[in-house]
């Protein structure tokens, strides 16, 4: 195993924190990883890591090791990005990570130009709405939306989205349309349970109005919160990008639209510690032109 890739085989193993993980998502064996680290701590003549049953743990060399090797691993994958791209275009494989209704909505319907455009380039679409761990998943990049919890996240804010009230005209021709945002307390809301707060603060001019959502449906995902409103149970709270098709199509409407809800932003986050590669600089700059 020659040098670099020794040391992104322990690049791997300490981000991983096994073996078979790293063996994983390096695409080889275990034992060529177990013997690539042996190898390595052979050569710098000292140990790396601890192993017990409860894993493994980085020395205090290997941590030193480990940040000066992630560095000049990411530089060397950046430098082989950067010449790919500037010859015959970028090529590997670049891992996404999304939410499930903003990747089957917004990121694969729209992926085809992205993929003629470096037609050496594979595209591994993670979608999921938790909040995964980028440097444990192997993720090169993720959208979300909303606030970041982490603020020590490398994140780049890419879009935004208006925040609106919406329903299926079946649903108001059956309930009334609100006229106003204390009308929503005789409606039924679909509401996002993992969501901070059912209080939803609508603004018009200098007033503000906040109103807690009351609603038997609570829902975990945006998917939920579609089928929902489609299915006409009730209102929900969400930005255009989650009904964009049915907006188009007149299925469901949004009401008390002289009113105003914060908006959302789309972010895309970056594993932390790692240079931004040149695959994942290029797709959100083309996301950017999607999501406007």
Known sequence: MDRLTAMETFVHVV????????AKRLGI??????????????RLAVRLLL?????LTPTEAGLAFFEKAKRAVDEANDADDTARSAGNGLSGTLRVS????FCRL?????LGPF???HPGLNVDVVLDDRVLNLVEEGIDVALRIGNLGDSGLTARKIGQSPCRIFGTPAYFERHGEPHSPEDLLHHQAVIYSLSESTCWTFTQAARQCPVVARGRLRVTSSEGIRAGVLSHQGVAMAADWMFMPEIASGEVKAVLTDWELPPRDLWAVFPTGR???AKARAFIEFMEGVVR
């Open 15 to 22: 981000e991983t924190g096994s073996f078979s993980a790293a």
């Open 29 to 42: 064996g275990q034992p060529a990883v177990s013997k690539g680290v042996a190898q390595l701590e052979a």
């Open 51 to 55: 192993r017990s049953t409860r894993g």
């Open 98 to 101: 999304a939410g499930v209704t």
């Open 106 to 110: 917004q990121i694969i319907p729209n």
């Open 115 to 117: 993929l003629e455009q």
């Open 275 to 277: 240079m931004v590669s």
